[in-house]
Structure formats: structure tokens, C-alpha cells
């Protein structure tokens, strides 16, 4: 196909679809205005406009055909191009659904993007067929999602004659723009026939008509999905599978107040499942080091059910990794009291003791610094450091040998004491109370008790 061939296009109402995307295009700009600088989309989007900038350098730091030349042809007459950023498997079947992602920038602007799925969190469904190089509205893109794999993630160069054309979408597209699209496809097909692809498909706002039964089915199959792509270590595929999930599973709530049908369901899973989903979010956003997010899901979990030591150990985690200590600390406690044998926790609760004695530390210097001369020397306290919580266990074990007659050793909990500062107090104050604290190793950890002299 020659040049003047590929630009013949079917007629269209240039007006109306105009004012379409421009209204879209308005709506995109006004939620990126308000995007969370700190959130994992952002960041996202952030590393890929550095990615076209870094490739733009490595080839010489110009945007002339020089440059883009370097890309292969999509079209017989080169005005789409294409660069895999990274390969993908499979080719997707004919008539099968593949999720997508999509940011797009107008040259030679690649610092602020003028579209993309992650400014309102959402995935795209694309149904793979023939591309139709004579489908006017944005046939170049259509063009070169048609050749991907799944998996795939690629750069598009797109001349406005394949894109927007002489009109552009003013404000946000001018006339005669370049487009460059990065498309990242996801790496499985979608079964049309499942309820978790029906549940994508539908717009947000009538996602309820699909039925109670329907969108449970969904927020079951985007759990197992999720799990998945976990195990594969694909870790945003996996949040969004779990995001969706939990969209299905809040429409499940809003059809069962407004019903009491399927009061059974709430009995038998609706409340474990959206726990599971908001914990999987949880731990596939640490994942991605995204921690907030992270310490949201997993205090969300410890808010609905107390005794949930996973929820506790990462929003302890996420905590730590934001530098609230005192916050990690008191979700680590109720942790450890759930699972004492959790090595993570202990490890954990080993790196708060230890956060906290240099805190301490450091306010003592910045206070013997200020107050040098204010003050008269006073005796160091040797044990000043040892935790309240290793206090208030030693008290408790050793009255609970002076009160029985009959006991001749009780166990203590190894995790509170992790350090030799914290064993030489119990080793003191077991001396007052005229008992011995032995201490030996075990194959996995230390074993510690204290008997009778």
C-alpha cells in the first residue's frame, strides 16, 4: 500500500467526535491536575516520560527524522513507528479481550503527558481483530496495538494524517500534533465469557445492573488472578486485578442493602473475601513500595478485625518504611502478641528496639548538649533503654514464680529479648528475686527460661 492509499479515510463527523474527545480530554487534564505526586500511577508515569527522554538522548539528544528513523515501520509508508521497551510472549488470539495501558504525549512535550489510563486509575479493554487502516478515528494506535504480544510494552510514533489530523483537539492537541503513545498490554488473554471480564466491560455507573450474582462471580475470578499474576511477580497487573476485585465486591455490598436475598452470602464470604482483597492490596503495594497505600489497606484490615496478624506485621512494615516509629512500633506489639513465633515480626520488632534506643540516644546528646552546664551529673542509668514492654514481661513471669509454690521454671518470650542489653535486665532483676534466667539455643531461635536457684 502506497502513501496516498493509507491516508484515504471513511467520512466522519469531525465536529461531534471533536467535541467528544476534547470533553474527555478536559476531564483527563483537570484529574492529572490532582494526582497524588506521592501514588504508584504518578511515579509510573513519571518513569516513562524519563524513558522516551533517555532513549531521545542515547540517540544523539535530537527529535529529527534522524532519531525516529531508528524505529520500526509499522505502516508501508513509515508514519507510524515502533519501539519494544520490552518483549512480550504469546500473540494474543483473534476475538479474545487483553486488558491495557496507555500514556500518551504530543511532541516534543514527553515532561507532561495529555492522556493516560492511570490518571483515573483505569484499564482499557481491547478486543484483538484486524486493524482497518481505513478507520479514521485514531486508526495509527489501533494500527500498532494490533501487532503486540502479551506482555509487551511499546513506544508509538504516530503522524497526525494516522491520528488527529489538520483539526487536532484543541486546547490539548494542537493542529498537525505528533503523537507518542507507550502502550503496556497485559500478559494474558481475557475470557470473554467469564463475569470478571463482563464486570470490566461495563461502565462504572451501571456495573450494578449486571447483577449480584454476576459481579461476586467477578470479584471472585479478580482474586485469582491476582494471585496469579502475584505468584509471576507481576506485581501491578496483580494490584489492579485486586483493585477491580474490590470495585466488584463493593457493587456485591450496594446490591445486598438494597436486597435481603442473599443475606447467605454475606454470611458465608462476602466480608472474608473483601478482607482478602484488601489485604492482597496491601501486601502487593509493599511490593511496589508503595507504602502508603499500603498502610491504608492493611489498617483498614486491623480496624474490621483485631486479630489479623498479617494486617498488623505490614502496616507495621509500612509504617516503619515511612519513619513513623511510634505508629510501627504499636502495630507490632498487637502483632507479636498474635504470632510470637512470626520470624518477620520478631526481625521487625528487632529493628523498631532498635530505632528507638537511637531516637532515645540522640534526644539525651541534644539535651546533655543544651543543658551542659544547667545541670548536675547524674548516675547513668545502665537499663535506661530497655523497653517498657520487656519491663511490664519480666515483672509478670517473675511474680508468676514467687505466687506459685509448685512452678520450677517458666518459659519467657524470646522476642523481647533480641538484644544483650535486654537479657542482661532480665538477668538482673531475676537475681534479685532469687531466680536464675538460662538461656539456650535452639536450632531456630534462642530458648529462654527462668527457674528456681
Not at 483539526?167 to 507518542?180: F, M, S, T, W
Not at 494471585?227 to 486485578?241: G, I, L, P, Y
Not at 504470632?339 to 528487632?350: F, W
Not at 537475681?431 to 539456650?440: C, D, W, Y
Request: aromatic content about 8%; proline content about 3%; overall charge neutral.
Amino acid at each position: 500500500m502506497d502513501a496516498s492509499e493509507s491516508q484515504s479515510v471513511a467520512p466522519v463527523d469531525q465536529e461531534a467526535w471533536s467535541r467528544d474527545v476534547m470533553g474527555r480530554a478536559f476531564t483527563e487534564a483537570k484529574i492529572a491536575a490532582n494526582i497524588d505526586r506521592n501514588s504508584s500511577n504518578y511515579r509510573r508515569i513519571r518513569d516513562i516520560s524519563q524513558d522516551i527522554r533517555r532513549w531521545i538522548d542515547d540517540q544523539g539528544g535530537n527529535m529529527d527524522e534522524t532519531t525516529w528513523q531508528k524505529m520500526e515501520n509499522v505502516t508501508a509508508d513509515g508514519k507510524v513507528k515502533k519501539r519494544v521497551m520490552y518483549p512480550g510472549s504469546a500473540v494474543p488470539r483473534m476475538g479474545t479481550f487483553v486488558a491495557w495501558q496507555y500514556t500518551c504525549f504530543v511532541e516534543p512535550n514527553f515532561n507532561e503527558p495529555i492522556d493516560a489510563t492511570r490518571f483515573s486509575d483505569r484499564r482499557e479493554i481491547l478486543r484483538v481483530e484486524e486493524a482497518d487502516e481505513n478507520n479514521a478515528i485514531q486508526r495509527g494506535l489501533r494500527l500498532g496495538v494490533a501487532g503486540m504480544r502479551l506482555g509487551e510494552n511499546s513506544h508509538f510514533r504516530i503522524d497526525p494524517s494516522y491520528a488527529f489530523g489538520e483539526l487536532g483537539v484543541p486546547p490539548r492537541i494542537p493542529a498537525n500534533a505528533v503523537l507518542h503513545y507507550i502502550v503496556e498490554m497485559q500478559d494474558d488473554e481475557i475470557d470473554d465469557r467469564k463475569a470478571s471480564t463482563r464486570f470490566l466491560r461495563q461502565p462504572v455507573d451501571i456495573q450494578a445492573d449486571l447483577g449480584f450474582d454476576v459481579c461476586y462471580r467477578a470479584a471472585q475470578e479478580f482474586r485469582e488472578k491476582g494471585v496469579t499474576n502475584f505468584k509471576k511477580r507481576s506485581w501491578e497487573f496483580a494490584r489492579d486485578n485486586f483493585k477491580d476485585g474490590l470495585q466488584a465486591i463493593h457493587v456485591c455490598f450496594d446490591l445486598a442493602n438494597k436486597s435481603k436475598v442473599t443475606e447467605v452470602y454475606i454470611d458465608e464470604g462476602m466480608d472474608i473475601l473483601r478482607e482478602t482483597l484488601i489485604m492482597n492490596t496491601s501486601v502487593v503495594n509493599a511490593k511496589l513500595g508503595n507504602w502508603e497505600e499500603a498502610l491504608e489497606a492493611a489498617g483498614t484490615v486491623t480496624e474490621s478485625n483485631a486479630q489479623h496478624a498479617k494486617a498488623h506485621y505490614y502496616a507495621a512494615l509500612a509504617s516503619y518504611q515511612l519513619k513513623n516509629f511510634e505508629e510501627a512500633m504499636e502495630f507490632c506489639r498487637k502483632g507479636i502478641k498474635l504470632a510470637s513465633t512470626s520470624p518477620e515480626m520478631t526481625e521487625l520488632y528487632g529493628k523498631l528496639v532498635g530505632q528507638q534506643k537511637k531516637d532515645l540516644e540522640k534526644e539525651r546528646l541534644m539535651c546533655r548538649r543544651i543543658f551542659a552546664h544547667a545541670q548536675p551529673e547524674v548516675k547513668k542509668d545502665e537499663f535506661a533503654l530497655v523497653g517498657q514492654d520487656v519491663r511490664a514481661h519480666t515483672a509478670e513471669q517473675i511474680k508468676k514464680m514467687k505466687d506459685s509454690g509448685k512452678l520450677v521454671e517458666v518459659p519467657m518470650n524470646y522476642v523481647f529479648f533480641s538484644d544483650k542489653l535486654s537479657l542482661r535486665y532480665l538477668e538482673k532483676e531475676a537475681a534479685s528475686a532469687g531466680l536464675v534466667a538460662e538461656v539456650k539455643e535452639g536450632k531456630s531461635r534462642k530458648i529462654i527460661r527462668l527457674r528456681r536457684a
